[in-house]
């Protein structure tokens, strides 16, 4: 941790070392300007990574409007307002940014993100469709997938997931949506395969589990995978295995799986006491 006494003794300590050493002060200016530089820097990185969205948006907002010409500080901005959940303003941002001289393939990949959180996806292709083949990252391939699937381009899809997958170390997120979109289209085995891949790279991705739960009960498979799982989550699989199989007409497994999930559960599990009530009409255990 910096501690602002001691740094400021020790750039005076400085100072007056290069007074007596003869060392000019415009010497001494850029090293206290360096420092400034570096506190930045450190801020900038905690307000996108661990500060709350809002405040991030607000700090990088006036910055921003202080240095209109730092690029820098309008990526964080758009950056900043993604994690706020208010990607259409972010969107606006990206362009802005991408509009600059100093704009790069990545910035132009951020504002393609931005646009499909925003649902505009016609205008999030042809910002993909702007970069070049030659641009090749994890991001820009895992967006490909999604809007190829989001056009029912299914083939095109499963291309641009396999190799999203293959371009990070934790692939366990596009597999999750490659699995997905396996679900989407009727094919559970598939998706049952790539969801149990994902767990594997990442155990305790919960949206995984539960899509395992829907592709293998899509199969009329109703007994719960062999994976890690904590209670609470153990009990809220079993209300989505119910669930599942209620919708498929198999009224009797599902209610049965109600029950469990009830049971299972360590607090009061009121969505499915509710769903038990209502197939039963009744007071239900738990």
């Not at 649902?119 to 490909?144: C, F, G, K, M």
Request: charged share 20%; proline share 3%.
């Amino acid at each position: 941790m910096r501690h602002p006494g001691l740094l400021a003794l020790c750039l005076a300590g400085k100072a007056a070392l290069s007074a007596c050493s003869g060392t000019s002060d415009a010497e001494a200016a850029r090293a206290v300007a360096s420092v400034n530089v570096i506190d930045e820097t450190n801020l900038n990185e905690i307000m996108l990574t661990v500060a709350d969205p809002a405040e991030a948006v607000a700090y990088f907002r006036r910055a921003s409007e202080a240095a209109p010409e730092r690029v820098d500080l309008q990526r964080g901005l758009a950056k900043s307002l993604v994690r706020a959940g208010r990607p259409a303003e972010a969107a606006a941002v990206w362009t802005r940014v991408t509009a600059t001289s100093a704009a790069t393939n990545e910035d132009r990949v951020e504002l393609a993100d931005a646009l499909i959180r925003a649902n505009d996806w016609a205008r999030a292709e042809a910002v993909l469709n702007s970069i070049p083949p030659t641009h090749e990252t994890y991001q820009r391939y895992r967006l490909e997938a999604m809007v190829a699937d989001s056009r029912q381009n299914w083939a095109k899809a499963d291309s641009f997931y396999e190799i999203a997958a293959g371009l990070t170390a934790r692939p366990a997120g596009v597999l999750n949506n490659w699995g997905y979109s396996k679900l989407t289209r009727g094919a559970h085995a598939e998706a049952e395969r790539l969801f149990a891949e994902a767990l594997a790279h990442d155990p305790a991705l919960f949206t995984a589990k539960n899509n395992l739960v829907l592709a293998r009960a899509a199969q009329r498979k109703y007994d719960l995978p062999v994976i890690r799982m904590t209670q609470t989550e153990r009990a809220q699989l079993l209300h989505t295995a119910a669930l599942a199989a209620i919708k498929q007409g198999d009224v009797a497994i599902g209610k049965a799986l109600l029950q469990q999930a009830i049971d299972t559960h360590p607090q009061h599990f009121e969505a499915a006491v509710r769903a038990l009530q209502a197939l039963e009409g009744g007071v239900v255990r738990g």
